[in-house]
């Protein structure tokens, strides 16, 4: 069964492995071998991942027998769509909204509106999230409040 607009394995990956990061004591260095053990992710694609996450500036990394990763800012000031983008680039849910593939039927299309709105409400909830609530301990998360529009509530 094919599943539309799901979240890659990569994302998924990158953001376990950066909400591991966070819940450790600001500073620590962990191996990655640890993360992948502790957050389920297999060690091979975990490496590619974490280097691209050390590219992208959101995570560290150390050299040597005491190795390991770290966040490289606080987890308070890292949102999950900068984890998003890190790991696979820029989110657009259908390609008329993609900056590099301009829709021809854009000036008329009656979607591209509902793309649009649908995509803003997801990507604000990926930047109001981020890694220091997502850290947090099991029973201790704040949800995210979503708002429907009225047209969508029921009476």
Known sequence: MQHVLRISRKIDYAIRAMIHLASIPPGTVVPFREIGRQMEVPEDFLAKILKT???????R???????GYKLARPAESINVLEVIE????????????DD?????RQSFCTMTSVWRE???RMLDVFR????????TPPG???PVPVRLPTALTTS
């Open 53 to 59: 996450l050390v590219d992208h500036g959101v995570v």
């Open 86 to 97: 890190a790991a696979e680039g820029p989110v657009a849910v259908n390609v008329c909204l």
């Open 140 to 142: 201790r998360v704040e």
């Open 128 to 135: 109001r999230t981020t890694l220091a609530s997502l850290a």
């Open 118 to 120: 649908g995509q803003e």
């Open 100 to 104: 590099d593939d301009a829709c021809s």
């Open 61 to 67: 990394s150390t050299r040597g027998p005491h190795g």
